[in-house]
């Protein structure tokens, strides 16, 4: 079950020629991996793909996994607000930055709460804030940075836009500069991961197959993003989460905890759903090539 990421796994159906292709995916983590990837052609003539994740949300034997929207789109942005430094004792004398930084913070969240329609999920979190080093100095410059997501194109396009307006115009109110930046090359914006419909009839046939339809949990759709979106966006793509809870071996923490730790016993069940989503998809796959086939000569 290869993949760029502990249990994470990705599959690429050739149907073609009837082979499966092993996709080893670096730098899932914002780095754009499967971008990169899909840029040299790693998914040229294949025909769908599939990817796994482990999860501590759900029991041992269970998937979760939903059609069509599942996992956001999300971007990364940093600002730099420039004022000017001097005493803390004097403040007329200066203009802080962290003043103006905490003014812009605040405004940032107004674009869910006041501007995003409430159906419409969308996320802006802010979660880097750096400036000063002494406590009676007002610095010359403060750096913020955090991330956004959102479920449709239009939303994410609009955040965006309206990120790098709040920024630059909260700061001038408070008599500072600032410059915005997305970072596209080294931190490229994740579009939207979407389940193929299609894919998701056959995923459960084989999941129901083999672990029953009970364990088939259709989840709600996640702020979080995953760049196997770029590949689903190229292709038909399909990704699903394997549960790993056993209470029997404790509390197991969130995947991007410091103590997140892998239930071992899982992935052999895991590998062979993985298998036999692609092995059965090329059967039927070759099963209407050759019903085409046969209707065409029939027809001749």
């Not at 990421?5 to 914002?30: D, M, N, S, Y």
């Not at 991330?147 to 396009?157: G, L, P, Q, V, Y």
């Amino acid at each position: 079950m290869p993949g760029n990421e502990i249990g994470g796994g990705r599959f690429g159906t050739h149907p073609k020629q009837g082979t499966v292709v092993l996709v080893f995916q670096p730098a899932e983590e914002g780095g754009g991996g499967a971008k990169k990837m899909l840029d040299v052609g790693i998914l040229e003539n294949v025909e769908a793909i599939f990817g796994l994740h482990v999860s501590s949300s759900y029991p041992f034997g269970v998937v979760a996994t939903r059609p069509g929207p599942i996992m956001a789109g999300s971007g990364f942005f940093d600002a730099v607000i420039t004022g000017k430094g001097g005493h803390a004792a004097i403040p007329q004398h200066a203009i802080d930055p962290i003043l103006a930084a905490s003014n812009i913070i605040v405004s940032l969240q107004h674009l869910v709460s006041r501007e995003a329609d409430p159906l419409d999920s969308q996320v802006v979190t802010v979660t880097k804030f750096q400036g000063g080093g002494a406590f009676n100095v007002i610095p010359n410059t403060v750096t913020i940075g955090g991330t956004f997501r959102a479920f449709s194109k239009e939303s994410f396009i609009q955040l965006k836009q309206r990120i790098e307006e709040v920024i630059t115009l909260q700061a001038s109110v408070q008599r500072c500069n600032a410059t915005v930046s997305f970072n596209t090359n080294e931190k490229p914006f994740y579009p939207v991961t979407v389940n193929n419909v299609d894919l998701h009839g056959h995923f459960l046939e084989v999941a129901g197959n083999m672990l029953g339809g009970k364990n088939i949990i259709e989840m709600q759709p996640i702020m979080g993003a995953e760049d196997f979106s770029f590949f689903a966006e190229a292709i038909p793509g399909y990704f699903y989460y394997l549960g790993m809870i056993n209470e029997t071996q404790g509390r197991l923490e969130p995947a991007h905890s410091p103590y997140f730790k892998v239930n071992e016993d899982v992935l052999p069940s895991g590998a062979a759903l993985h298998v036999s989503l692609a092995v059965t998809y090329l059967l039927e796959y070759h099963s209407q090539v050759t019903r085409q086939k046969g209707s065409s000569h029939d027809e001749l």
